[in-house]
């Protein structure tokens, strides 16, 4: 089990750049999610993938945010035009998923980014 | 939409001490999750409550699921050091998990 791995550990970049991120889940998991977490927060669910379906985004995420998942394996996630309120952990996990029951997940070390 | 609250928000207990860390949803759950995050770590999972008024235990970890499904807590019998760290309910209703702020849990030797 190589567990979930993401890519690149830290990011750093100004204001108005476009930022993209990348997340390995474990082989055998079908369901991806991308988290974001502030400091003192709990991760805030941001989208999830069934294999390369993406089944729900939260209402809260910017039209600046995108996510892939193309081939049911890997996924990206893409900022445009980052704003300093950008700044935050990104946070990947992976479950197995059946039916409507949430699966525990498992995370990756996420990617830190900042906005200068 | 769904909400996921905790509390208390810190708590600081002398090394031996139990701990308490409580979490309500605003909708009924279909499960609750529970994670732990180590200063500087990512959320490791530690356990998954489905049934109304559900305890599950693990060594000095236990965990109940109100009888209502809209409640649950965390009890840690005789804190350790290695106790430290954040933990997080994550609720399941209609939507994806929604986590609470988390407990930080400090254990002072």
């Known amino acids: 089990d190589t567990g979930v791995s993401q890519d690149p550990r830290h990011k750093i970049t100004k204001r108005g750049q476009n930022v993209t991120f990348r997340c390995d889940p474990i082989?055998?998991?079908?369901?991806l999610y991308w988290y974001r977490q502030t400091l003192g927060q709990g991760p805030e669910f941001l989208t999830y993938f069934q294999n390369e379906a993406q089944l729900e985004k939260s209402r809260l995420l910017s039209d600046r945010f995108s996510a892939e998942r193309p081939k049911g394996s890997f996924s990206t996630l893409e900022i445009q035009r980052t704003e300093q309120g950008d700044s935050a952990m990104y946070l990947c996990?992976?479950?197995?998923?059946?039916?409507?029951?949430?699966?525990?997940?498992?995370f990756g070390d996420g990617t830190r980014l900042s906005i200068l | 939409g769904q909400q996921v609250m905790q509390i208390p928000q810190y708590q600081h207990v002398q090394e031996g001490e139990d701990f308490t860390t409580y979490c309500n949803s605003s909708t009924t759950l279909s499960n609750i999750q529970w994670y732990k995050q180590r200063p500087g770590g990512h959320p490791v999972f530690l356990i998954q409550l489905v049934k109304s008024g559900e305890v599950k235990k693990q060594k000095r970890l236990t965990f109940q699921f109100g009888e209502a499904k809209k409640n649950s807590s965390l009890h840690i019998t005789a804190t350790q050091t290695t106790d430290v760290g954040t933990y997080f309910c994550a609720g399941s209703g209609n939507t994806p998990l929604v986590f609470g702020k988390g407990t930080r849990l400090s254990v002072i030797a």
């Open positions: 082989s055998e998991h079908n369901r």
């Open positions: 996990a992976s479950s197995l998923g059946a039916g409507s029951r949430d699966q525990p997940q498992h």
